[in-house]
Structure formats: structure tokens, C-alpha cells
């Protein structure tokens, strides 16, 4: 029997209002009495997803995050880092100078802001999404102590799409790049993937890859499905990310997480 699951929470735990579902919600909680380790994955900060954390009974000194898309792993009541693994602002005004060559919009996310050289809607999406502030100021003005967790290059969905061929080599040897949404590109260490951080909160409470179910729908869901002993799809998913699958669930908006939940992870007590 599966002991932990992660969850992505866009497309995934969360319908198109951004809400969990009743029965997503009934289901964790029924997964946590069984004690069963419910562990949210996703490309937000820490700030943006403690709302969520705090609805479904996640914040305690023995339930973990994996944010920022694995280059965070932390406790949620103390926030003890498991792990992390963050930029530098070198490797910010590298991937500048490459967004400008391409001709895309770029924003870096800090562990509590989002800053960008220039202003535009999907930055302000990323702010209003996660409940950061946003700060538009030169690359060059960036402090060089201040704490670069991810680069993203956001813009228009034909346009990410039109730059991905065009990237060189070395930044591809370079970073982890993942599309997490059609205009949301994003670039981290190269050792961070969900994978990787679900791995580290498994290994800090002894439950081996075989034991843990992962559910996700976009690219950067990818590495932590293909860890997982039970790597699950949305219905709703990216093709490549059903194509890796073990198994297909239904759709963010048909309680997918639940039927996952429901079918792999509680145990029936069969009546006497």
C-alpha cells in the first residue's frame, strides 16, 4: 500500500477557480487518518501555497512542502529546510541577456517577491497568483545578496513555444527548464526538479520511491511522475506527461487527486 503522495496543485489539486474540491479535500483528510504522508509539489513559493497548506491541515512540524519547484523542501510549521538549492545573480543576468536575445519577457522569483526588469501581465499574474509583491527594477540594481530561487522567461504561449528550439546547448547543460504553464518557462539549478524534492522528503521519513504516488499534469510534473512508484496524469494533463504515466486519472474538474486517492492509497475497513 502507497504511504505518500504528491500532489501539483495548478491543474491538478485545484479546479479553474483555484479551489480544492469537497471530495479532494475529504479524501486528504481521510488519507491522513489512515496515516498517509500528503505532500504538496509545486512550482509556487512557500508564501503562495500556505493558504492552502492551512485549509487542508498541512502545517505541522511533521508535514513538508516541496516549493519553487524543488529548489525548496521545508517543514511547514517551522520551516526546516530539508533542502535547497538556489541560483545566483550571475546565472539571473545570464538568462536576461539570453530572454532579450530571444525577445521574451523575464521575471527571477526571490523567496518572498518576484522582481523583473520590466513589467508586464504574466508577471503580475505570478504576483496575484501566489500573493507576492512584485518589484520592477534593473537586473543591474539587483542586490548581490539577494536569494534568486528560479528564473522564468514569461510572454505570450506562441512565443515560449517559439523559443524553446532556440535555446543554446550550453543553457540547456546548464538548467533544469521546465514549461509549467503555456506562458510560464522556467529555469532552476540544475539538480532541482519535483522529483528531487519529493525524494528528499521521502528519505527524511524512510519510505522508499515504491511506496509513493506522485499526480501531476504539466511538464514540470514530469520528473517526479517518472520517480514515483505510481506516477499518475491528469486527464486534463500535458501529452507528454500522460505518455510517461502509470496511470491516468480524471480531470482537475472531476476531482482527479480524490479517485487517486480513493482507489490507491485508503485502506477499506471491511464491515464485521
Known sequence: MYKLIGLDMDGT???????????????????????????????RPLVGVKKFLEELDLISDEDYVVAFNGALVQTTRSGKVISKTILSLDHYKELYELSKELGVNIHALTESSVITPKNNKYTDLEGSLNGIEVYELPVESVDKDETIVKVMMIDEPELIDEIIPKIPQNIKDKYTIVKSAPFFLEFLHKAVNKGAGINAVANEIGINSDKVICVGDAENDLAMIEYAGLGVAMENGFDQVKEIADYITLSNEEDGVAHVINKFMIEKVEAV
Do not use: P, R
Not at 483555484?18 to 504538496?40: D, H, R, T
Open 13 to 43: 489539486l485545484l479546479n479553474k477557480e483555484k479551489k480544492v474540491s469537497k471530495a479532494n479535500y475529504e479524501a486528504i483528510q481521510q488519507a491522513k487518518k489512515q496515516g498517509k504522508k500528503v505532500v504538496i509539489a509545486t512550482g
